[in-house]
């Protein structure tokens, strides 16, 4: 019965919260979302099959599959753990995200005037989200987004391809330890395919890279940007043993270190406070291992 409500032609979202598995022949087109600690050890198998509607836009607001947190109060989040997607191609956009998922910033912003700002949204976010054999292909949207505080997210063996209007993989402010191991990304960007905007401790790894004159990966940190301290730097990165290929001749640019060192003008929007981007706009990337990388 499970099985025929999240296969049936609908585009309400369906809350997965349990083990679901496929064979090749059976689609998802509606959107499926597992959000909050009731969802922790969601499985989704699609023996192949497919999810979302092929070439249909996907914005970053409804993506295809979301793994969110629920907030309860102003100071307590419902989070979803060891959540594992495989053998699924997605069409259009993957997102995880702690605290923000409702789509305001308020509490981000708040708690980013606090001292513990890293720790607490890490304690807020998704972790331990595996996405393994899966192809996400991108129509509009960023196709992977790693959202503040998500820590131990993996995708691995995967591919990424399609169309974003901005990177392939995005993980985003006070994110940690997550793994980018062994995948083929040549999702056709705007900017970057992969962007470290403070977030630290992750292991990219392994990759194909075809970036048709595009950059690879940058590390930086988005200083003030909706007014949201960011504490962490893109610090202890390990971006090593990836293939980059149809690199610009003129600029390559694989792995860029220190990439925006606060030339934005929002950079102010974050002053006032001791910590962080709103005592320095600098990026402050360091003990990043970058070696073995080719072209």
């Not at 909050?36 to 509607?53: F, M, W």
């Not at 690879?216 to 043993?241: A, D, K, M, W």
């Not at 220190?258 to 910590?275: E, F, L, T």
Request: with cysteine.
């Amino acid at each position: 019965q499970e099985i025929a409500a999240l296969t049936a032609d609908a585009d309400t979202p369906y809350l997965l919260a349990c083990r679901a598995t496929l064979t090749p022949d059976q689609t998802i087109v509606r959107p499926v979302r597992i959000i909050g600690a009731e969802a922790s050890g969601a499985q989704l198998d699609c023996g192949g099959g497919t999810v979302g509607r092929l070439d249909v836009p996907v914005a970053a607001s409804a993506p295809t599959i979301a793994i969110w947190s629920r907030r309860i109060d102003a100071a307590l989040w419902s989070r979803p753990t060891d959540v594992r997607i495989r053998n699924c191609r997605i069409n259009g956009a993957v997102r995880v995200w702690g605290m923000g998922a409702d789509g305001s910033y308020d509490d981000l912003r708040a708690s980013s005037r606090t001292e513990d700002h890293t720790a607490r949204l890490q304690a807020t976010a998704p972790s331990h989200v595996t996405l393994e054999q899966v192809t996400i292909r991108a129509a509009g949207t960023i196709p992977l987004y790693v959202g503040p505080g998500v820590t131990r997210l993996s995708l691995l063996g995967s591919t990424l391809d399609g169309d974003s209007v901005s990177t392939a993989i995005y993980l985003d402010a006070e994110s940690a330890d997550n793994r980018i191991e062994d995948n083929l990304i040549r999702t056709r960007t705007q900017r970057e395919m992969i962007a470290v905007d403070g977030s630290a401790g992750n292991h990219i790894t392994g990759n194909r890279f075809e970036l048709e004159g595009r950059p690879g990966v940058f590390l930086y940190r988005n200083c003030g940007e909706r007014g949201v301290i960011r504490h962490q730097t893109p610090s202890h990165n390990t971006i090593t043993g990836n293939l980059f290929s149809g690199a610009s001749r003129l600029r390559p640019r694989l792995v860029v270190e220190n990439a925006r060192q606060g030339n934005r003008s929002y950079c102010g929007d974050d002053k006032g406070y001791p910590w962080g981007s709103s005592i320095d706009d600098r990026d402050g990337a360091s003990d990043n291992v970058v070696r073995r990388n080719f072209r």
